[in-house]
């Protein structure tokens, strides 16, 4: 038996037509018993008396009593489906067989009844089993023949009659199978369709339920056939007065949720033109409104689509931020060739300079190209940042020889540096990405966390924290931080406290660390101070030629100017 045969064999409605065929059965052979036992009392003939004993009652009730054993059968779901079946269609084709042969008169004609059972049959079978049975039912009417021919019975049927019945049940064998085929494969194909429009159905339920975006459809009376969280949140509705139930009549109205959006609708419903299908409302909040039919008609349902007008000008702000930043880093290209002429220019002003007014003149035109030069470094280093090339370091004697370094060129002016390093903590970054993120928020602390009385003080922690043992790096400074108010735009380009700052240090230390897949943020620590926090995904180990941090000490001593 092939797959398709037991797939049609297994599905729920092949029983119900199982449960059918032998209600059938039962029906058939109860009316041939009931017919003939009626016919036999019109005409006062007694069935079983001795000197006329009735064969076809006496077949006609065996058969139906096992019709009846059948139909029991297969209200109990007894045995499998096949036997039950096949069972069934053998016992159909012998008494009906015996009980035609028995009645042949052209205008009975029982073995009609051969020819339904086995196309019912064939529907359910299949394939070669079908074409067995029709030759099963053949042999029967075939061997019916012979026996009267050998015996001398008149059972009334010939050799012809015998052929054209089973070329009847052969026909009906191969045009029932040939049904069932198509409409097993018709079938499993309609399933197939179910199951991808059910997939489809559910994916696109998800991504509207996960988009940002508010959809809402409304059907052709005005109500909501569905919508998604997000129109909820910017309608300010709950999400169960837009949930629509399954009865048209019970959806809600939009009307009632949103008149705003309900006037529009129809407006754009009159007018049937495209001017109106994008429009704004500002109740219960600006929104922007976007409808689009779901057919042909602009009268039946209709999809709408709705976006918060400040998300949308946050998007532009942040098209325009961009665009101006490739126009400041072009501007600042052209700049660096002159500025640098200018600068040159001043120092050979300085060097033939024949009074202190002149020379100090020429000391501020100095001093303001040296920080116009910074900060056009400042902006080309954000515009043409380089992809990270990472390798892994160990932490605490990098971050030692980077304070040596730093020590070397920086005015502390009595500032103390004090770190502390945990040891043998090995993270995975661009060495070069971290010096420039670390020197960004040291020149920070130097210039910004000045106390106002005493000496300043810079503390760097390296640790790892958590279950997971992520390393991060803290620099803290004992100045008086800054204020709340200004967290938020700490990292702003262009934004700084100082008066001579460009205020894109801490920009670009974000845009390195975000590269290199850390997290930078201001925190006040649970003892009041102020730190930046650089925080690593992982730590990792380090390989066995690199330096190890039982060569360096884990804490290095108070830096100081010229130290």
């Known amino acids: 038996m092939n797959s398709n045969e037991t797939h049609s064999n297994t599905s729920p409605s092949n029983w119900r037509g199982l449960n059918f065929f032998s209600a059938y059965r039962l029906v058939v052979a109860s009316l041939l018993l009931g017919i003939h036992a009626f016919l036999q009392a019109k005409r006062e003939i007694p069935a079983f008396s001795a000197d006329n004993f009735d064969l076809f009652t006496l077949l006609a009730a065996i058969y139906a009593l096992l019709a009846l054993g059948m139909f029991a059968i297969d209200a109990m779901r007894l045995g499998g489906f096949n036997p039950r079946l096949q069972i069934g269609l053998t016992l159909d084709l012998i008494f009906l067989a015996l009980l035609g042969a028995l009645d042949a008169s052209p205008a009975n004609n029982l073995h009609i009844l051969m020819v339904i059972n086995m196309a019912y049959a064939s529907l359910l079978l299949g394939g070669r089993q079908s074409l067995a049975f029709a030759a099963l039912g053949s042999l029967l009417l075939l061997a019916m023949n012979f026996w009267d021919h050998r015996l001398d019975i008149e059972l009334g049927i010939s050799f012809t009659h015998a052929g054209l019945n089973g070329l009847a049940l052969f026909a009906v064998a191969i045009l029932a199978s040939s049904l069932a085929k198509r409409a097993n494969t018709n079938q499993q194909l309609a399933e197939q369709r179910g199951i991808d429009l059910a997939n489809e159905t559910q994916l696109n339920r998800l991504i509207l339920e996960q988009s940002q975006e508010g959809v809402i459809v409304i059907d052709e009376d005005h ?29 809600p109205q939009l009307a009632t949720l949103n008149p705003d959006i309900n006037s529009a609708l129809h407006a754009w419903r009159d007018t049937q033109g495209s001017d109106l299908s994008e429009t704004h409302i500002t109740h219960p909040m600006r929104l922007h409104i976007r409808l689009r039919p779901l057919a042909a008609d602009p ?64 000391g501020i035109v100095r001093s303001q190209v040296e920080r116009i030069n910074q900060l056009v ?156 926090r650089i925080t690593f995904p992982r730590q990792e180990f380090c390989r066995d030629n690199a330096p190890l941090e039982k060569d360096r000490p884990a804490s290095s001593p108070p830096l100081k100017k010229g130290g």
């Open 299 to 362: 009268q039946g349902p209709v999809a709408i689509f709705m976006e918060d007008d400040a998300h949308l000008i946050e998007k532009h702000q942040q098209e325009k931020l961009a665009a101006m930043g490739r126009l400041t880093a072009s501007i600042a290209h052209e700049i660096r060739n002159p500025l640098s002429a200018i600068g040159h220019a001043g120092q050979l002003l300085e060097q033939t300079a024949n009074n202190d007014e002149d020379r100090q003149m020429l």
């Open 377 to 532: 470094e400042s902006v080309l280093t954000t515009a043409k940042r380089k992809q990270p090339q990472q390798q892994t370091i160990p932490l605490a004697a990098w971050l030692h020889d980077l304070l040596e370094r730093y020590r070397a060129y920086a005015p502390l002016d009595g500032m103390t540096i004090d770190l502390t390093a945990a040891p043998n903590l090995c993270v995975c970054i661009d060495p070069t990405h971290l010096e420039q993120i670390i020197t960004i928020l040291l020149d920070n602390a130097r210039q910004h966390g000045k106390p106002n009385i005493g000496n300043q003080h810079i503390r760097i922690d390296a640790q790892a924290f958590g279950t997971q043992n992520r390393p991060r790096i803290e620099i803290r400074d004992n100045g008086p931080g800054i204020p709340e108010a200004m967290h938020h735009r700490l990292f702003e380009p262009f934004f700084s406290t100082h008066a001579q700052g460009h205020g894109l240090g801490l920009f670009i230390a974000r845009e390195l660390a975000e590269a290199n897949q850390l997290s930078l943020n201001y925190h006040h620590d649970i003892h009041g101070e102020h730190c930046f």
């Open 223 to 251: 109500r909501i056939r569905y919508a998604n969280p997000a129109a909820a949140a910017m309608l300010r509705i709950s999400p169960d007065n837009l949930a629509a139930p399954n009865h048209p009549l019970s959806r």
